[in-house]
């Protein structure tokens, strides 16, 4: 049996600052071949952990952080941030899972951090060429604190987004957005600045949402859909992106995505759609359209149209 302690944190602690790193492994397995590996990370301000992935399949980066602050960055391929965490037990977030094949770094904010990492086995070094080739090797000192402040400059300000939330590594987040709790971002998602997405909110793969977007609770945005800027969207509106939906195949098949055909809808800039209601694909909501409350809506709308009913229908075509 092994005890983590404010003893054993504070050794570890001490060790990192005296290393010319600023950081220090504690390992608790005792073979660097044992199947997984468990070991504290103490990481001090400064320290450079440059951009790296991990390609193979099994090796999941997790991580808890014991005391202090971490942030978390992650990027494309071409070194853009796509995503910024702060894992801070203070603030009730407390660690991290981090997928195979995605590019990140950590800075670190607090002194006397530590984290506690578990990991697939055996140990191996990282491969030079899963180390990001657009950042300033460790070496490369004064780059590498450059490099640093580089990004920390991106992180004020940033987006919020609650620890229920999943949000999608490839997917990219807006400065001053905010995601509440128990909303889901998908895929290559990509969301503008300044938005709310409110609660239980689901956003698919490739979905592309604009500036200034206000969503309410409760609603689904399927693949397929746009929304530019400055839309408001009531609580409980759905979205679809199939005219012909089946579960399965005319042979009795389970249908995959080969089987789908995805119909294109965009909601112009400024339109606004209602509580509970229900855009059905392949149409497009006008600039500064009105659909009502529990409006059906199945065909174009025009600029500045107000749509009400089941179906839906246009009452007025100046509404500003």
Not at 70 to 93: C, R, S, W, Y
Request: net charge negative; with cysteine.
């Amino acid at each position: 049996m092994k005890i983590i302690d404010s003893t054993l944190l504070n050794t570890v602690s001490e060790q990192a600052k005296t290393n010319s790193r600023l950081r220090m492994n504690y390992n608790f397995h005792k073979q660097m071949d044992e199947p997984v590996q468990r070991l504290l990370n103490a990481l001090e301000p400064n320290t450079y952990l440059p951009p790296h992935r991990h390609l193979q399949a099994q090796k999941q980066e997790i991580f808890l952080v014991l005391r202090g602050s971490v942030l978390t960055f992650l990027f494309d391929d071409k070194g853009t941030i796509t995503q910024i965490h702060e894992i801070n037990p203070a603030k009730g977030v407390f660690g991290m899972e981090i997928e195979p094949d995605i590019w990140h770094s950590f800075i670190i904010l607090e002194t006397n951090t530590v984290i506690y990492e578990i990991k697939q086995g055996p140990f191996a070094p990282i491969d030079p060429k899963d180390m990001a080739p657009w950042a300033p090797k460790p070496q490369e000192t004064e780059a590498a604190q450059n490099y640093i402040q580089e990004l920390l400059s991106a992180y004020q300000p940033q987006y919020i987004i609650h620890p229920t939330a999943e949000v999608a590594p490839s997917a990219t987040i807006g400065n001053k957005t905010i995601i509440e709790n128990h909303t889901i971002i998908g895929e290559n998602a990509k969301i503008g600045e300044q938005c709310k997405i409110h609660r239980n909110i689901y956003v698919d793969n490739d979905v592309q949402i604009g500036n200034k977007v206000k969503i309410q609770d409760n609603v689904m945005i399927p693949h397929g859909v746009t929304i530019e800027d400055g839309v408001f969207i009531g609580p409980g509106v759905a979205f679809t992106n199939d005219k012909w939906p089946r579960s399965i195949t005319e042979d009795g098949e389970l249908k995959t995505s080969e089987d789908w055909v995805c119909s294109e809808t965009i909601v112009k800039y400024g339109a606004s759609i209602g509580a509970n209601a229900t855009i059905v694909c392949g149409i497009t909501i006008g600039e500064w359209a009105m659909i009502g409350a529990g409006a059906v809506v199945t065909k174009d709308v025009p600029a500045h149209a107000i749509v009400i009913g089941n179906p839906g229908r246009i009452i007025n075509q100046k509404v500003r």
